[in-house]
């Protein structure tokens, strides 16, 4: 799992924005809508958004990517965004909390993206609502909010028609509905490796199973912060989204009450994979001495036989026989085949090698 970590600088100032050397030149994409209009733009120039706080209606204005300190920090004296809270949008990782700047709040969370069946990248987002509007910061372009995107397109959409708030808790409920398709794509991971651990399990399917674990507790970790999040902006006091609103908040908090169920029943499945794994590997190793241990007692007394009549006296009266070696032959013989019948008797060898060795007794 890709998770970007910064080494935080100790006796820094409070609200020290960290950029990494690497980030990307940040991309600003707004959106200012009401019931009657809708203007779309990227946003080339930051002072632009000077006039948009007193834009009638509301407004989004997504940015993407940190690599330009002084672009993010002139956002955030446009809308008036307190240092603290800036500071918390590109320090990353912060864990998913709900933070109140007088008529500012801060909702950190955390956005997943499945880019394969055992890769998973998440990524910090941090929204901002304002009086009026509503920002957005992440760290890569891509994200899951194309779908909201296409509501505030189309006219008649209820999203329209209602506030900054709704439109927050839209985007939230869009990233935690994102979690189903990566919970579920690891669901579908699990019942592989659940067939191959019952079929040939090897040294590989263990680690893929640890890797599968290790995703799966760090999801653990942020969807139950998130859950806790939504809870005290559900029932805290104040609260930026109006009682309307919250309505809808509600059914975002039980998505992601669900999202944490699964998560939970597909962590105790795997570690049911790693008690399954072990007793296979062990199976497969009784198997192996059982066969090794038949072997033996059918070799030991034809060892013992020959061993007898290896040793050079000259005086061994079955020596000078005119039948003694094919006499000695048939006693081999005999002694294996009545090995053998007495072993499958016993259901050790054979088709009811399943029975328990100490039956019959």
């Known amino acids: 799992m890709l998770f970007h970590r910064r080494a935080r600088t100790p006796g820094a100032r409070p609200g020290t924005m960290r950029i990494a050397a690497d980030a990307s030149p940040p991309r600003i994409h707004a959106i200012s809508y009401d019931l009657d209009g809708l203007d ?3 946003i080339e120039d930051v002072e632009i958004l000077q006039s948009f706080p007193e834009v009638p209606g509301v407004v989004w204005v997504d940015v993407s990517g940190f690599g330009d300190e002084s672009t993010l920090r ?3 004296e446009i809308f008036g965004v307190h240092h603290l809270a800036r500071a918390d949008v590109v320090n990353v990782p912060q864990r998913p ?9 801060l909702i950190v969370t955390q956005m997943a993206h499945l880019r394969e069946p055992r890769s998973m990248e998440v990524e910090q987002l941090s929204l901002i609502l304002g009086p009026g509007w509503v920002l957005t910061f992440q760290e890569q372009p891509g994200d899951v909010f194309e779908p ?3 509501r505030i397109r189309v006219g008649v959409s209820p999203i329209r028609r209602m506030g900054p708030d709704y439109l927050a808790s839209a985007l939230l409920s869009a990233i935690v509905d994102a979690y189903f398709p990566v919970v579920e794509a690891m ?3 699990i019942d592989r490796l659940e067939e191959e651990v019952i079929g040939r399990p090897t040294p590989s399917t263990l680690h893929q199973i640890h890797e ?3 995703m799966l507790i760090s999801l653990h970790r942020i969807q139950w912060r998130q859950r806790d999040a939504l809870g005290s902006m559900l029932h805290g006091e104040p609260s930026p989204f109006t ?4 309505v809808y908040l509600r059914d975002v ?8 169920d699964v998560i939970e029943t597909s962590r105790d499945l795997v570690v049911g994979l790693i008690d399954i794994y072990l007793s296979a590997i062990s199976n497969r190793t009784n198997d192996v001495m059982k066969t090794l241990t038949i072997m033996a007692g059918i070799f030991i007394p034809l060892t013992f036989i020959a061993g007898v009549y290896g040793m050079n006296f000259e005086y061994m009266p079955e020596l000078h026989w005119r039948w003694a070696y094919h006499a000695v032959w048939g006693v081999m013989v005999v002694i294996t085949t009545g090995l053998i019948i007495w072993f499958r008797t016993k259901g050790w060898i054979g088709s009811r090698g399943t029975r328990n060795p100490t039956d019959g007794k």
């Not at 908090?253 to 944490?260: E, G, I, M, P």
């Open 243 to 246: 009682p309307e609103v919250r």
């Open 97 to 105: 909390k709900v933070e109140d700047y007088d008529d500012r709040h």
């Open 148 to 150: 909201i995107r296409q």
């Open 212 to 214: 599968v674990r290790r």
């Open 40 to 42: 779309e733009r990227e």
């Open 74 to 76: 002139r956002i955030g």
């Open 187 to 189: 669901g579908e991971e």
């Open 253 to 260: 908090y039980d998505h992601s009450v669900q999202v944490l």
